[in-house]
């Protein structure tokens, strides 16, 4: 719901954390958790399209779209590893102290304490990504789904190539909740695999009427949650 009104997924990543953080009583420890779901999930994102990409060698797509793709996983993948390492904790602290004071320095250093405690949380990380790849999954068969009902020809094969594709482009925080971007690169990364343009626009204008349903619910939801706290602390 909150992502409608931001670029890309930030305002849900916002509200979550904070909401995270009124639960708990600590705001440096939701964030971070929150960063590294979100971080899991871009890992998970990109294996999925470097999977779809070594399975499916056939399908016609630019090779400058490749080398995007393929460059921005791997940097991705390699940004994740200096989790593995001390030192760029060090580092992260040292900034940190040098250009925060106060408050803010110490939320940033619990901030950075949260994401490099993970290090040694292998299980958990890979919990993370294992659900990603699953959410993935799900998005390429709700892709598949609609291209049926509307006549869109386009393999599944191939929309587990072009779906992830389809979602790391959106994930550019241009406009407000990727509207434009999404719909773009679906009628660009659908049309590789020869679904005319109307049609893939048509897929890409259902699954955001989706979006906005859902969103919505989660509007409701969010709601009913700030009237519940609200209560709590009337002591209703």
């Known amino acids: 719901f909150f992502n409608n009104f931001t670029p890309g997924n930030v305002g849900g990543d916002v509200v979550r954390g904070a909401m995270l953080g009124r639960g708990t009583g600590n705001s440096a420890d939701a964030f971070g958790s929150v960063f590294l779901e979100r971080y899991t999930g871009f890992i998970g994102l990109c294996i999925s399209v470097l999977?779809?990409?070594?399975?499916?060698?056939?399908?016609?797509?630019?090779?400058?779209?490749?080398f995007?793709?393929?460059?921005?996983?791997?940097g991705l993948l390699a940004a994740g590893s200096l989790i593995l390492f001390p030192p760029a904790e060090r580092m992260m602290l040292a900034i940190a102290r040098a250009v925060l004071k106060g408050g803010a320095a110490g939320k940033a250093e619990r901030f950075i304490?949260?994401?490099?405690?993970?290090?040694?949380?292998?299980?958990?990380?890979?919990?993370?990504?294992?659900?990603?790849?699953?959410?993935?999954?799900l998005a390429i068969f709700n892709t598949h789904a609609a291209c049926l009902a509307l006549g869109a020809d386009v393999q599944f094969g191939h929309l587990a190539v072009l779906v992830p594709m389809v979602l790391m482009v959106s994930a550019v925080p241009l406009t407000l909740n990727a509207v434009g971007i999404m719909e773009g690169a679906f009628v660009y990364f659908l049309g590789l695999a020869?679904?005319?343009?109307?049609?893939?626009?048509?897929?890409?204008?259902?699954?955001?009427?989706k979006n906005l349903i859902v969103g919505l619910m989660g509007g409701v939801v969010a709601a009913w949650w700030r009237r519940r706290g609200v209560g709590a602390e009337q002591g209703e």
């Open 113 to 137: 304490g949260t994401v490099f405690s993970f290090r040694t949380r292998w299980r958990v990380l890979a919990k993370a990504v294992f659900w990603s790849l699953v959410y993935n999954l």
């Open 51 to 66: 999977l779809g990409l070594a399975a499916n060698p056939g399908l016609p797509i630019p090779a400058r779209v490749v």
């Open 68 to 74: 995007v793709a393929a460059g921005m996983s791997c």
């Open 194 to 209: 020869g679904a005319g343009g109307d049609a893939a626009l048509s897929v890409a204008l259902v699954l955001r009427a």
